[in-house]
C-alpha cells in the first residue's frame, strides 16, 4: 500500500476531535443570532405579557350632564349630574382568562424549543454537507495529483516506444474531467456555505471552518427511544389541549351574569327667597347594576367549538405522532444501511489498492498498460466517493435521530 492510499484510509478512520467541538460553536452560535429564534422568542414574551392584559377590570365609565332646562324639585332645580360605574366579573373570571392566557404562553414556549431543535437539525445537516463537498474536493485533487504523476510517466514511456501518444491524451482527457469536477464541487460549495451562514445571520461568503468527521462506529449506536412519544412537537398539541380547556372554563365563567356598582351625583340649587332645611341640597344616590346574559346562544356555540378543536387536536397530534415515528423508522434503517456500506466501500477500496500495488510492481518488469491505471484509478475514486457518501448520510440521519429522541 503506498504512502497516498494510508493517509486516505488514516483521514477516515482516525477520529478528529475538533469537529464536534466547531459544530458545537455554531450551533451554540446560531442559537444566540438566528433571527428565527429571536423572533419565536418575542411572540412567547408577547404572550407572557398577554398576562398583565387580562389581569384588569372593565374601564371605569365616568360621565357628567348638564340640564339645560332644569328640572324642578321640592329642595331646588338640578342643574347637572355626575356618574361613576363599575362593572365587576363574576367571581374567578379574571383568574380563568390568566389561565387560559398562561395555557397560551406554554405553548409558545414550546414553539421556541421546536424552534431550536429545528435550527440545530438545520445547522448539523448543512455542516455535514459542506464537509462532504469538502472532503470530496481534497480526493478529487489527489487523483489529479496522481494522474499528473503518470502523465510524466507516460511521456518517458513513449520516449523508450513503451508508450502511444493515444495514452497520454486519454490520461490527460481523465484529468481535465476531474478538474471540472472539481470546479462543480467548488460552486455547490459556495452554496451550501451561504446557506449555512444564513442560518448564523452572518454574510454569506463568511469562511465557515470545516474538519474532518469523527470516526463512523463499526457498530451502530443505539436510540435509547424507538418510538416518539415526548417530542416537542407533541408537546405543543398537548398544551394546545389545554388552552381549549381553559377557554372552556373561561366561556362558561364569562356566561355567569356580571354584577357593577357606581353612584350619581347631583347637583341642586337653593330656591331663592325661600328657607327651610334641605334647601339646595345636593342628590348622593349608589347605583347596583347586573349584566344578564339572557341571549347566551354565544357560549352555547363557543362551547361546541372549543369540544370540536379538542377532537381537532387530538386528531393531529396522532396524525403527527405516525409521522414522526415514520421518519425515525427510516432515519434508523438509513443510518444502519450508511454504516453497511461504509464497511463494504472499505474492503472494496483496500482490495483495489492492493490491485494498484501489484498494478505498481509490474513497471519494474517494464510492462504498464496506462487503460489498466485508468480503470483501476476511476474505481477507487467510485469507492473513496462511496465512503464519503456512507459518512455524511451517517451523521445526517444521526442528526435527524438527535432531533426527535433528545
Known amino acids: 500500500m503506498n504512502f497516498r492510499n ?4 488514516f ?37 407572557l405579557e398577554k398576562r398583565n392584559e387580562v389581569n384588569t377590570l372593565p374601564d371605569t365609565e365616568f360621565s357628567v350632564g348638564y340640564f339645560i332646562s332644569e ?3 321640592r329642595t331646588g332645580p338640578q ?7 363599575q362593572m365587576l366579573p363574576w367571581f374567578g373570571t379574571i383568574t ?56 510524466e510517466l507516460a511521456l518517458t514511456y513513449i520516449e523508450v516506444g513503451k508508450a502511444s501518444a493515444v495514452d497520454l491524451l486519454r490520461l490527460q482527457i481523465r484529468k481535465n474531467e476531474l478538474l471540472q469536477e472539481i470546479e462543480a464541487l467548488k460552486n455547490t460549495f459556495k452554496a451550501e456555505q451561504a446557506e449555512f451562514n444564513s442560518l448564523l445571520n452572518q454574510p454569506v461568503g463568511t ?17 435509547s427511544n424507538t418510538t416518539v412519544t415526548t417530542h416537542p412537537e407533541l408537546i405543543k398539541f398537548d398544551k394546545l389541549y389545554e388552552s381549549v380547556v381553559s377557554n372552556e372554563t373561561l366561556n362558561k365563567k364569562e356566561g355567569i351574569p356580571d354584577f357593577g356598582v357606581g353612584i350619581d351625583y347631583i347637583n341642586v340649587a337653593e330656591r331663592p327667597s325661600q328657607n327651610f332645611s334641605d334647601n339646595g341640597k345636593d342628590i348622593l344616590m349608589p347605583m347596583l347594576s347586573v349584566s344578564i346574559p ?33 421518519v425515525l423508522a427510516e432515519a ?17 477500496l483496500q482490495h483495489a489498492k492492493d490491485a494498484e500495488d501489484i498494478l505498481t510492481k509490474s513497471y519494474e518488469t517494464g510492462i504498464i498498460d496506462f487503460n489498466d491505471i485508468l480503470d483501476l484509478q476511476e474505481l477507487q475514486l467510485k469507492f473513496e466517493k462511496a465512503i464519503i457518501k456512507s459518512i455524511t448520510n451517517y451523521y445526517l440521519q444521526t442528526a435527524t435521530l438527535n432531533y426527535l429522541t433528545k
Not at 395555557?103 to 455542516?127: G, W
Open 6 to 9: 494510508s493517509i486516505f484510509l
Open 11 to 47: 483521514s477516515v478512520c482516525l477520529a478528529i476531535a475538533g469537529n464536534a467541538q466547531q459544530l458545537d460553536v455554531y450551533l451554540q452560535q446560531a442559537e444566540t443570532t438566528n433571527p428565527k429564534i429571536s423572533g419565536v422568542n418575542n411572540e412567547y414574551e408577547i404572550a
Open 71 to 73: 328640572t324642578e324639585t
Open 79 to 85: 342643574q347637572f349630574k355626575l356618574s361613576a360605574r
Open 96 to 151: 380563568a382568562r390568566k389561565n387560559y392566557v398562561a395555557a397560551m404562553a406554554d405553548a409558545e414556549y414550546v414553539n421556541v424549543v421546536i424552534a431550536k431543535r429545528q435550527l440545530k437539525l438545520n445547522v448539523s445537516q448543512s455542516y455535514y454537507k459542506l464537509y462532504a463537498s469538502m472532503d470530496m474536493q481534497n480526493v478529487l485533487r489527489e487523483q489529479v495529483s496522481l494522474l499528473e504523476t503518470y502523465e
Open 207 to 223: 469562511q465557515i471552518k470545516v474538519v474532518n468527521l469523527s470516526q463512523m462506529p463499526l457498530d451502530s449506536l443505539s436510540v
Open 294 to 326: 339572557i341571549f347566551n346562544a354565544k357560549y352555547k356555540s363557543v362551547s361546541k367549538q372549543n369540544e370540536l378543536r379538542q377532537e381537532q387536536i387530538t386528531n393531529e397530534r396522532k396524525e403527527r405522532e405516525n409521522q414522526l415515528n415514520a
Open 332 to 348: 434508523l434503517s438509513a443510518r444502519e444501511t450508511a454504516l453497511m456500506n461504509y464497511r463494504t466501500q472499505l474492503k472494496n
